[in-house]
Antibody, heavy 122, light 108 residues
């Protein structure tokens, strides 16, 4: 069964950085774009960014540009999400999700990782 | 960036039909995908490319599109269908993706 497995929960202080990893098991995801989505407590889903298979192209949500960095280890397909200068508002569950698209008209995210809780607190 | 608008909450009687809608300019250009999320779980894809159903998703789930709206219909809602539903599509103005605010479905 294809799965995305993320790293464990993190507790960080304001101003610090956090790095969350996402690794595929069951089948290689080396040819797939990978998205990151976050969800603050009691809130909806927020798209954060996406990285291409080679790891040399990224697209970021406007409100996270300058603080978000997505990277990829091409040999393993592991994708990393690093968010810097953390604020309390960044407290959320962070998800990775595999991209599939067709004809540049439809994109969808599946499967998703299990989620990683990042708590920002002094 | 563009926005996708969903009703915050919808309820349906057990076994009845419910439609969850999503509205936004980007839906005129791109197809929506829909995700079901239950408490403490990751989102699950239930509809992609507007009206396609992934393997394993019951056929009571269907999707449609008209103009700037996308809809998710559950025909014969079951208790296990309770949860939050989110639409998503690519933003038609910039290279990013956007989620609707989510609809909380209650099965009575």
């Amino acid at each position: 069964q294809v799965q995305l497995v993320q790293s464990g929960a993190e507790l960080k202080k304001p101003g610090a950085s956090v790095k969350v990893s996402c690794e595929a098991s069951g089948l290689p995801f080396t040819n797939s774009w990978m998205h990151w989505v976050r969800q603050a407590p009691g809130q909806g889903l927020e798209w954060m960014g996406v990285i291409n298979p080679r790891g040399d192209r990224t697209l970021y949500a406007q409100n996270l540009k300058g603080r978000l960095t997505l990277t990829r280890e091409t040999s393993t397909g592991t994708v990393n999400m690093e968010l810097s200068n953390l604020r309390s508002e960044d407290t959320a569950v962070y998800y990775c999700a595999k991209d599939t698209s067709v004809d540049d008209l439809a994109w969808w995210f599946a499967p998703w990782g299990q989620g990683t809780l990042v708590t920002v607190s002094s | 960036s563009s926005e996708l608008t969903q009703d915050p909450a919808v309820s349906v009687a057990l076994g009845q039909t419910v439609r969850i809608t999503c509205q936004g300019d980007s839906l005129r250009s791109y197809y929506a995908s829909w995700y079901q999320q239950k408490p403490g779980q990751a989102p699950l894809l239930v509809i992609y490319a507007g009206d396609k159903r992934p393997s394993g998703i019951p056929d009571r789930f269907s999707g449609s599109r008209s103009g700037d709206r996308a809809s998710l219909t559950i025909t014969g809602a079951q208790a296990e269908d309770e949860g939050d539903y989110y639409c998503n599509c690519r933003d038609s103005r910039v290279w990013q993706w956007v989620f609707g605010g989510g609809t909380k479905l209650t099965v009575l």
